[in-house]
């Protein structure tokens, strides 16, 4: 077991010195050995300028950084080390390596090592930067190993989160566990092969800090008291919120809690067309009487944001629910949506894939936390495992208060103890520890160094970006290669990237732009630069279908081969996240596969070379990845499949019953499962039971108690259009929550059916 101690957080040394037989060599070197032998200190070595700033820039693990003063070395001479020359001009190495660090980590402990006769030219701008001056031949090698291990753990004290660091001293004291979980620490796996390998796999760190509810020094998370209190109130401070509730069952359970704690039964509400279905589930649940915003569409399909000009201002709603950011990134200025929902009385944002907002300028105004002088309840809900770094499943809920004149100084209380209620409703008498620290330790790091960490991400995401702008530009004007749906200015190689990760402005969604294919007539939106939406050749973003094609299907299905996994497909786009855990090399080797599909496709690679699974289907025996692209794109464009799609979401069909009255009709039973190929057939309109949600679009068609029109309706067109689809090329069934599909027939088709309740 890997025991987190002092000796996980190295000392970096940087100088030029270790090598030679001079006395500050013997010198450096003893001090080296002490740290390893005496202080049980790890130790790793930078002997240039240009190593230094790569190591910095790419371990958060150090204790401790000290730099020689009078070292010289640059390195190599990378675009990075020549930018810094520039800068140097009479100033030390040193200087510009205190600068790039307290850049990127202000509380990381500096010792400078330097002579007695530099100390003066130190200019005082370093000097207030560093934490201590070591003057070399001065002290003793073991007194200045004990300084620097001193540093270490003075340092490496605050690193860690304060219910993560009883959580770990816990651990650390090797106690017998007589209460739940069964397994007590992990010993319990011990008693078969099977279990003995899940212990091997998982580590015991892990089964022994899954901890039963007994153990009160880490308080209680249905109680939000003790340390785990303290955490969900740390995290509100970092979030921007009056207060802050974990949830250990994802986004999915928040929404739910959040509903649940302020809708009765036929409330009305208004939701985003475009939301998780845990949100249309909490109109079952509630009983709520929804009305719907509609987000608006372009011609390739991708959703974006709601028109509230369409909403009816004359009714008023108990609360809304408006998804922000979008699947691809398009983001709200929730200043603009306070003053759109006045007549909603309750504010929430669905941000589950938006949690990082708060900690980059480029959002501001963007994200719900930050809707100031707002008189009403405003919530978020975020999955801070998606893009953050929180455990799977685990999520917050932070609530603003509303800014009334005169609200009583206990009202923060009194909500807490009536949103409690639901909150217990939905939550575990057995949490998870270690998803409660990954929480705490999420929101820990973006106080820390949030800001920097995502700057580096967008400006990441912005090199990709620009470098698949430049080769789609470079191509001839017979060639083709993928592209991106982003602003036409991101491809300017004048414009830097840093200007680009800084200025919002750059990102907006503008009226009479064409690049983003929307009908807006207000600039309330933005796209995040991190979340890439790839586009491919065959339709453009005004609607008009080339002659050539490639579906975006067949280039996913390519990637998920090499091992890169798409968060999601469309017909001619695919999304891919930029995040914490993405990485140069990750975006290097995305843009070889994609110059690698592109070799085959034009070199005509037969099926079975590209995909030897698929090709064992009858229908595909001889074709080539080309003839294969091209028949699935002149399927969809014969049919017209994105612009069906696009029908079928953006019409509300007739509400015949409210969700909550269909799901009782499911709970007696009384419902009949039913071929959506008969519907037609009868000519007869019928009620649905449940949701459709097909992927693409991802979100739902049809929700339990709407209508299925017998003629006419576009949703029943589209799923019978996708129906036949899927029939025509094996091998590309998609996800449609709502949909069984039947046994092969003898000629291997397959049909669509839902449930319907009974007339």
Not at 38 to 51: A, E, G, K, N, P
Not at 489 to 494: K, L, V
Not at 603 to 616: C, G, Q
Not at 647 to 657: D, E, F, L, T, Y
Request: with cysteine; aromatic share 10%.
């Amino acid at each position: 077991m890997a025991k987190l101690d002092k000796s996980s957080w190295p000392v970096l040394f940087v100088s030029d010195q270790f090598e030679g037989h001079h006395g500050v060599t013997e010198w450096l070197n003893a001090i080296v050995k002490n740290l390893k032998e005496q202080q049980d200190i790890t130790v790793l070595f930078s002997y240039t300028l240009s190593d230094a700033s790569e190591v910095i820039h790419s371990r958060e693990d150090m204790g401790t950084i000290v730099i020689d003063w009078d070292m010289q070395a640059f390195g190599h001479e990378h675009e990075k080390i020549r930018h810094l020359k520039l800068q140097l001009q009479d100033k030390s190495i040193a200087t510009l390596l205190v600068k790039y660090i307290r850049k990127r980590n202000k509380n990381l402990p500096i010792l400078l090592l330097t002579e007695r006769r530099s100390i003066e030219l130190i200019p005082d701008e370093v000097l207030k930067m560093v934490n201590g001056v070591i003057w070399k031949l001065t002290e003793t090698p073991e007194f200045l190993a004990g300084r620097i291990e001193e540093s270490v753990v003075q340092y490496t004290d605050t690193v860690l989160p304060a219910f993560f660091k009883e959580l770990v001293h816990y651990v650390n004291l090797y106690k017998y566990a007589w209460h739940t979980p069964g397994h007590m620490g992990g010993e319990g796996f011990l008693r078969s092969p099977s279990g003995t390998g899940f212990h091997k796999f998982f580590g015991e760190n892990v089964l022994r800090s899954d901890l039963s509810i007994s153990v009160p020094e880490l308080g209680s998370l249905l109680d939000h008291s003790g340390l785990t209190g303290d955490a969900e109130n740390f995290s509100a401070q970092v979030f921007g919120a009056d207060q802050t509730y974990y949830v250990l069952n994802g986004t999915s359970t928040a929404n739910q809690i959040v509903w649940r704690s302020q809708v009765l039964p036929d409330d009305l509400t208004l939701v985003d067309r475009n939301c998780h279905k845990s949100l249309n589930y909490a109109m079952i649940i509630t009983s709520a009487r929804p009305d719907y915003m509609i987000p608006m569409r372009n011609k390739l399909g991708i959703i974006g944001p709601v028109d509230f000009s369409k909403i009816d201002q004359n009714k008023s709603y108990k609360m809304s629910a408006l998804t922000n950011s979008t699947y691809d990134g398009v983001c709200y200025d929730t200043v603009y949506v306070k003053n759109k929902l006045k007549n909603v009385n309750i504010l929430h944002f669905d941000e589950a894939w938006f949690a990082y907002a708060k900690f980059h300028p480029i959002y501001r105004n963007h994200f719900g936390m930050e809707v100031e002088d707002v008189n009403k309840l405003t919530f978020s809900t975020q999955s801070t495992h998606k893009l953050l770094t929180a455990f799977s499943q685990a999520a917050m809920i932070h609530v603003k208060f509303p800014d009334w004149d005169g609200m009583p100084s206990d009202y923060g209380e009194k909500f807490r103890d009536c949103f409690n209620e639901s909150y217990m409703m939905h939550g575990s008498t057995s949490p998870q520890y270690s998803m409660i620290a990954s929480l705490e330790v999420a929101t820990k790091m973006m106080k820390d160094n949030g800001t920097t960490a995502w700057n580096d991400i967008i400006k990441e995401a912005i090199e990709l970006r620009k470098k698949v702008a430049d080769i789609k530009q470079s191509c001839k004007p017979d060639d083709w290669f993928f592209g991106l749906w982003q602003p036409e200015c991101i491809a300017d190689p004048d414009l830097d990237i840093k200007e680009l990760a800084k200025n919002q402005d750059f990102w907006l969604i503008k009226p009479g732009d064409a690049w983003h294919g929307f009908a807006v007539k207000d600039t309330y939106v933005m796209l995040d630069p991190i979340k890439l939406t790839f586009t491919c050749p065959g339709l453009t973003v005004q609607g008009n279908y080339e002659q050539k094609g490639i579906p975006a299907a067949i280039v996913t299905n390519f990637l998920i081969n090499r091992g890169i996994v798409c968060e999601k497909t469309d017909y001619y786009s695919w999304l891919l996240l930029n995040s914490l855990g993405t990485s140069r090399g990750k975006q290097g080797t995305l843009v070889a596969e994609l110059f690698k599909f592109k070799e085959l496709y034009e070199n005509e690679a037969l099926l079975t070379e590209v995909f030897p699974s698929l090709a064992k289907c009858p229908k595909y025996n001889g074709k080539t990845l080309k003839e294969h692209c091209q028949d699935m794109h002149d399927y969809i464009r014969e049919h017209d499949l994105v612009d069906k799609m696009i029908n079928a979401a953006n019409q509300i069909p007739p509400q015949s019953k409210l969700p909550v009255q269909a799901y009782h009709k499911l709970v007696e039973k009384k419902v009949d499962s039913i071929q959506l190929r008969d519907i037609q057939k009868a000519g007869k309109n019928r009620i649905g039971a449940v949701m459709i949600v097909p992927y693409p679009p991802g979100i739902p068609i049809l929700m339990g108690g709407e209508a299925i029109l017998a003629e006419g309706d576009p949703r029943l067109k589209y799923l019978l259009y996708r129906q036949d689809f899927e029939n025509e090329f094996p091998g590309y069934t998609s996800d449609i929550h709502g949909i069984e599909r039947t046994k092969p027939d003898k000629d291997g088709n397959v049909y669509f059916e839902t449930l319907i309740i009974k007339e």
